[in-house]
């Protein structure tokens, strides 16, 4: 972050490609909007001015923010931005154009955005997201300037819980652990009952796996319980963000809207109805790295690492099922929940995935016999 905020602070030495490289968790499309914000504020990211405010709510007009709810960006998106970062800043400082999840991208799509992230306008900075360096056609990284986070550290989260989230120092810990320092998943343990209700849904599952149909059920709640949340998520988040859109149309939700307005409204319920799919799928995924991590502590135990438990606050249960299993046995489970994980990426229906992630669970060894 320091590179950032010292190229923000010193336009001459500004380079105008950056790639932002960190796990989930890292807060990388947090970094890319605070890098955005401290360009376009006077005081190098108050965080308290009308820019740097407008900016953390994606609504600066010199900062595009496009995080993209496909599974690959497609190449007219890549060419709006290339024609886009060609124009100097309507108000702003500099254009701003921040690619999330850069790693969706394919090479012809890619190659189209090169020129640009090399000759971009003077005033243009292109800001590009992604999970690791590696996830990055190398064309493109190798003409970004690399920011890499890390997660941070356990402790760091715990403080950051008891601070901002009121959390007693216990509660702190076993949620940092659980969540993998995933700050926010971190924060939603402690503050948020559903999120602590998905969580006991995940830690269901390995008892459950003592039958088949036990297992296919427990796994099949667990889907309709992600799929409740992301939407319970995605609708608060749609309604107000549909109000701000008819507010900055001029319009109001009951009155009579204009051809521009309804068509407006029309490209965000249909970006809405694509960003609440990936919603649900992220959420469902985020279950599974769960469900991945408690046998991944059923495996320490077994083989007596000496390492921490990720489920802290199911020491017992992970010790239960470590002794009534084997090492291969946890080793197949973690293959099917991998499995079940590729599935849904590759836009397999999510039940029948999961149903098929139970079977594996619940008779290990069934999906890979020969492991
Ligand atoms: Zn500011």
Known sequence: ???????????????????????????????????????????????QCRDCLAVAARRHPDVL?????????????????VALAVRAPAQGKWRVIIVEDADRMLERTGNVLLKSLEEAGPRT?????????RDVLVTIRSRCRSVALGIPPVQTVIDLLIKQAGATPEQARLAALAAQCHIGVARGLVQDPEAAATRQKVLALPGAASSVSRAVIAAGELGAMAKARAEAVIRQRETRE??????GLGETARGRTSAFARARLKEFDEESAKRARR?????????????????????????AASVDLINADAAEMVVEQATKSTVRQTMS???????????????????????????????????????
Request: charged share 20%; net charge negative.
């Open 1 to 47: 972050m320091a590179a950032l905020r010292d190229a923000a602070t010193r336009p001459e030495a500004m380079s105008h490609a950056w790639l932002i490289t960190g796990p989930p968790g890292s807060g990388r499309s947090v970094a890319a909007r605070a890098f955005a914000a401290a360009l376009q504020c006077d005081q190098g990211g108050c965080g």
């Open 65 to 81: 923010d496009s995080a993209t709810q496909k599974v690959v960006i497609g190449i007219d998106d890549v060419r709006e931005w």
């Open 125 to 133: 900075v292109w800001i590009l997201a992604a999970p690791s360096p």
């Open 242 to 247: 549909r109000a701000q859109l008819l507010a």
């Open 279 to 303: 919603g649900q799928a992220d959420s469902l995924d985020r279950a599974l790295i769960d469900l991945l991590a408690f046998y991944r502590d059923v495996l320490v135990i077994q083989m």
């Open 333 to 371: 489970r973690l293959d099917a929940i991998e499995q079940a994980r590729q599935r849904l990426a590759a836009n397999v229906a999510a039940p029948l995935a999961l149903e098929a992630m139970g079977v594996g669970l619940a008779v290990p060894g069934l999906i890979q016999a020969n492991m």
